[in-house]
Each structure stands twice: as structure tokens, then as C-alpha cells.
């Protein structure tokens, strides 16, 4: 496996992107990290990922791979031997997928982003339903250490990167996510412990800035 | 086997679809339970699927697999006869990338198409049809997604080949046409002609009126909002 090429086309702030960061990290697999300026897509992005032109995109031996779940399952795959992200068992990988689906359609879908695009009643209403779904992943994970069970798995690497955006979403929100949801952050900061994690995950007040500057870019008070 | 498979469905659904003709291409015996969806979620549904409270539902020895993906992705896992995802990991990142389109982009859009008030229409056909192209380019000339025979991309790619058409036939409008996507036209047709499919599909007269009674219900809700 030594003269693998292994290129991931990325943006800083993407917590799509720091799934895959975290995927190849555990994995333990030497990479080469493109930063992409979104305003000014690369040729090479273009190129890998004519369709939606988005990143993250994997470039493994020149053959791109899209989509951030189809990443975490494309790495679990090909790389099998080092720290195994899906269980063996089907009925478990079909719970690790549930959860994995849910993440993103309820964490990070566009009605999550409400909690920092609005004010007033729609504000209000994005932070409840927000808080009420990291509470049903807080009772999945129940008093396992991470989602995986001992170590870090499929579940784990798909959520832990929105930790990142945490501290944006309670400043702009008015909330503590901590209060809400103390198991939930204690198993974030339990990840956090990993470099996996630390070195693939930016630092909370960058992205609050990033934040910061999306809502004047938009016009969002 | 001695193996316990229910699937709590509902016979319009396409997502229910796609665990039947999946159940179907492994040739497993199961129990079809039909869901009042519209109606009364009865007490067993809502028990299996708490947190969406949807169909599909596949019940396996008691246990119960929530959202048709992850169902598709379960079943070849667990009865590994007559795979219908590549065994090569690249390939099988493609497949899942193509269903994520279909599902994501290609089916939302094309059914947004068919309901939409007149004004908006023009602006979602559009991209409803760069959607068919690039699906159709996913054929690259073979008779299905998955090659000689059905994968999981034509197993859910159902949703657009006959759910859609049968759709357009009640809006008078003709986006998946053999002149404009021949390869997916003929894909459709073939796919819908094949036997195992053609026994699990719901019936066109049977689909037709209902789809129309629920468009009616989308324009009139969607006019109200």
C-alpha cells in the first residue's frame, strides 16, 4: 500500500471535509490536502467533480470519490485492517447507516442552519428542534464512550466535525448546547482527545469568524 | 430458515418499493404488512420506526432496519446470493454516489416538476432535465445502472423510471421522453418489463388515480402557504 496517491480536494471550515480528514487520520494514511477557494473552483475540482463541483472529493491512484458518507465507506473499505469504522455485523452497520443518515439530514440539513441564518420565532424554533435532535443522538450513544462502542466509528467520525461549528451556533444563538446536552459534549470533547480528531477539526473561533463573515456576505444581521 | 421477514410498506410508496423488488431479487420470503400512512400509523410502525415514524420498515427476527437506503444496503449484507452492489470498492462508491443524486437531486426535482404552479415550472423542468442527462450519462450504454443485470442503482432509480412516468402521464408533461433520453427511456421500459420487476410494481390504473389525488393536495397545500 506504500505508493498510494491519495489527494483530498478540501475547505477549511467544511465539517463534510473534516469527515474525511478523521476517516484517512485512523486509518493512518499519508495525503496530500488541497485547500479549494470556493469562489474560484479549481480546474482539478471541476474536473473530479463535474456534477455538483462541490468538495470534499477523494482522488485515490486519480480516481475521484464524491460525497462524504460514500468517503467514510470508500476509506473503511479500501483500508480495512487499521481502526474499522463500520461494525462486521449487518444489523449493526444498519443502525451505524440510520444514525450516519440522520446526522445529515437533521444536523447538518438546511433547517440546522437556521439557528445562525435567523431571528425571532424561526430562530426559535430551528434551536428546538435542533437541541431535540442532538438529545435522540445523545440517547443512541446512551453510556457508550463513543458511538462505536470503545473506539471511534462510523457515527462518530460523520457528527464529530459539527463540534467545530458548536461554539458559532451558541453564540449566535444564544444558547449553551452543554446545558442541553452535557453527555453529548462530553463525548465530543472525549473525541477531541484523539489527534485524529484535534489535528482535523479548526479551532471553534475560527469558525465562529467564518461564520461571521457568511452572515454579512448574506445580508444576515 | 427459519427466518422472521415483515415489511411494514405502503403499495404507492416508492421508497416501500424498493425493499420488495430487493426482497424479490434475493428471492426471500417475507410478510407485506400495508401501512394506513395517510390515515392511522398503527401502534407496531410507530414502535419499529420512533424518530421518522415512516415506511419502509424491515422487521428481521424481531429486529427492526429504518430508511429504504439503509434497508437496500441490509439485505445485501445479510443474503449475499445474486449481489446487486459491485464487489470493487470504487465501484461501489459510484454506485452510492449515483443514488445519492437520484435521491437527492433527480426525484425531488422531477416531482417538484410535476406539481409546480405555471410560473415556477419553466425554472424546475429545466433542472429536472439537465438531471435526466446526467443520469442518463451514468448508462454509458449499458442496458442497466448495474450492467447486464439490476443493481441497487436501478433498484432505486424505480423512483424515476416508473413512479415519475406514471406521474407525467397525469401532468401532460413528457421530461423522461424517448426523444430527448432515449438511453433512459429504454432503460425504463426494460426495467419495468422485466418479470420480477413487473409482479412487485404497483399496477398503473391503481397508481394513476392516486398520484392525481395527490398532486391536487400538494397544489392545494402548497397554494395555501
Known amino acids: 500500500m506504500a505508493d498510494e496517491d491519495v489527494v483530498l480536494l478540501d475547505f477549511w471550515p467544511s465539517p463534510f471535509g473534516m469527515r474525511v480528514r478523521i476517516a484517512l487520520a485512523e486509518k493512518e494514511i499519508k495525503y496530500e490536502y488541497k485547500e479549494e477557494d470556493l469562489r474560484n473552483k479549481s480546474d482539478l475540482l471541476l474536473k473530479m467533480n463535474p456534477i455538483h463541483k462541490k468538495i470534499p472529493v477523494l482522488i485515490h491512484n486519480g480516481k475521484p470519490v464524491c460525497e462524504s458518507l460514500v468517503h467514510v465507506q470508500y476509506i473503511d473499505e479500501i483500508w480495512p485492517h487499521k481502526s474499522p469504522l463500520l461494525p462486521t455485523d449487518p444489523y449493526q452497520r444498519a443502525i451505524a447507516r440510520f444514525w450516519g443518515d440522520f446526522v445529515d439530514k437533521k444536523i447538518y440539513g438546511l433547517e440546522s442552519r437556521k439557528v445562525w441564518s435567523t431571528k425571532g420565532e424561526e430562530q426559535e424554533a430551528a434551536k428546538k428542534e435542533f437541541i431535540e435532535c442532538l438529545k435522540l443522538l445523545e440517547g443512541e450513544l446512551g453510556n457508550k464512550a463513543y458511538f462505536g462502542g470503545e473506539n471511534l466509528g462510523y457515527v462518530d467520525v460523520v457528527l464529530v466535525p459539527f463540534y467545530s461549528w458548536f461554539y458559532a451556533y451558541e453564540k449566535c444563538g444564544n444558547f449553551s448546547i452543554e446545558t442541553e446536552c452535557p453527555k453529548l459534549i462530553a463525548w465530543a470533547k472525549r473525541c477531541m482527545e484523539k489527534d485524529s480528531v484535534s489535528k482535523s477539526l479548526p479551532d471553534q473561533d475560527k469558525i465562529y469568524d467564518y461564520v461571521l463573515h457568511l452572515k454579512k456576505v448574506f445580508g444576515i444581521e | ?225
Open chain 2, 1 to 225: 430458515m427459519g427466518e422472521e421477514v415483515k415489511l411494514f410498506g405502503y403499495w404507492a410508496s416508492p421508497y416501500s418499493y424498493r425493499a420488495e423488488l430487493a426482497l424479490k431479487l434475493k428471492g426471500v420470503s417475507y410478510e407485506y404488512i400495508n401501512e394506513d400512512i395517510f390515515g392511522n400509523k398503527s401502534d407496531l410502525l410507530l414502535k419499529y420506526n420512533p424518530v421518522h415514524k415512516k415506511v419502509p420498515v424491515l422487521l428481521h427476527n424481531g429486529k427492526p432496519i429504518v430508511e429504504s437506503l439503509v434497508i437496500l444496503e441490509y439485505i445485501e449484507e445479510t443474503w449475499k446470493h445474486n449481489p446487486y452492489l459491485p464487489q470493487d470498492p470504487y465501484d461501489k462508491a459510484t454506485a452510492r454516489f449515483w443514488i445519492k443524486f437520484i435521491d437527492e437531486k433527480c426525484f425531488p426535482t422531477l416531482w417538484l416538476a410535476a406539481w409546480s404552479a405555471e410560473n415556477e415550472r419553466e425554472k424546475v423542468t429545466n433542472e429536472a432535465c439537465e438531471y435526466l442527462k446526467t443520469l442518463e450519462s451514468a448508462l454509458n450504454g449499458k442496458k442497466f445502472f448495474g450492467g447486464e443485470t439490476i443493481g441497487m442503482v436501478d433498484i432505486v432509480a424505480s423512483s424515476v423510471g416508473y413512479f415519475i412516468r406514471v406521474t407525467q402521464e397525469i401532468m401532460g408533461i413528457n421530461l423522461l421522453s424517448a426523444d430527448k433520453f432515449p438511453q433512459l427511456f429504454q432503460w425504463s421500459e426494460d426495467f419495468a418489463n422485466c418479470s420480477i420487476v413487473k409482479e412487485s410494481l404497483p399496477p398503473r390504473d391503481k397508481l394513476l388515480p392516486f398520484v392525481k389525488g395527490l398532486i391536487a393536495k400538494y397544489q392545494q397545500d402548497n397554494a395555501k402557504a
